[in-house]
């Protein structure tokens, strides 16, 4: 797997009207996700980053909610996000609104998500598709250093993958916004093309029973029982 983390990226912005077109992104995104938010519940959920605390989170049931980031408005809590600090298994959700776009480490991000989240706990991740026209125009030499083309654009396979690694169980994978320079960003190519779409969402859950069992192991206590079984029908001829 290619590794993520790199020494050097890009600032992130500090609010979503600091990009072309931010808020557009985020009345997008805050539409997407109203469904799912309406789905959590729980006592503590994290906002990660100053664009995930600008997202409206009025429709989660969660009350208790804290804005964690190194800098910037709005920010309840002054702390790197590879290093949060709180406790083990002490929050029901985290929110990541393209946070992993401008991580340098997003393996590490996504461990202290893990670390910090209880079992069956929610994780909300948004970013840009990388297989959408921002992703055409982040080939452009002169366009990639701006905002957002600045940003790590990682494709939802990849991030899958590293969710599985986790033992994430993924519920949605949604892109949409096709068209990025339009507010309703294409509503009959975003109907038709999703998979295009600039922006995407995944919502996935922490489990703490593989996903999937081990083919070897599950083989092996097969074969110890048969023959735990097979000496104790001998066991029981030979007494009779």
């Known amino acids: 797997m290619k590794p993520a983390r790199i020494t050097q990226v890009a600032a992130a912005p500090g609010h979503w009207r600091e990009m072309p077109r931010g808020e557009y992104y985020r009345e997008a995104l ?4 109203r469904p799912w938010l309406a789905k959590l519940y729980g006592f503590h959920l994290l906002k990660i ?3 995930s605390a600008e997202i409206n989170t009025e429709s989660c049931a969660i009350s208790h909610q ?3 980031s190194l800098n910037g408005e709005p920010m309840q809590v ?6 949060l600090p709180f406790a083990e298994k002490s929050v029901d959700a985290c ?5 992993l776009a401008w991580s340098e480490d997003p393996h590490r991000m996504l461990r202290e998500a893990d670390r ?3 079992d069956d706990g929610w994780l909300i991740i948004t970013g840009f598709n990388p297989l959408s026209l921002m992703g055409i125009r982040k080939l452009i030499p002169f366009v990639r250093k701006r905002v957002p083309y600045n940003s790590r654009m990682f494709s939802a396979g990849r991030q899958l993958d590293w969710l599985g690694l986790l033992n994430f ?3 949605h994978l949604g892109r949409f916004q096709v068209l990025p320079w339009s507010r309703q960003g294409g509503t009959l190519l975003s109907t038709h093309l999703p998979a295009l779409g600039c922006l995407q969402i995944i919502v996935a859950r922490k489990r703490t029973v593989p996903l999937t069992l081990n083919p070897l192991r599950h083989k ?4 110890r029982m048969r023959q735990a079984v097979g000496a104790t029908r001998s066991a029981e001829r030979k007494s009779n």
């Not at 805050?30 to 996700?33: K, N, R, T, V, Y």
Request: hydrophobic share 50%; glycine share 4%; charged share 25%.
């Open 78 to 83: 002054r702390a790197d996000p590879l290093h």
């Open 116 to 118: 910090v989240l209880i």
């Open 30 to 33: 805050e539409e997407q996700l």
């Open 169 to 171: 169980e993924v519920l």
């Open 95 to 99: 929110l990541l609104a393209h946070t």
């Open 220 to 223: 092996k206590a097969k074969t």
């Open 66 to 68: 804290v804005n964690v």
């Open 49 to 51: 980053g100053n664009l």
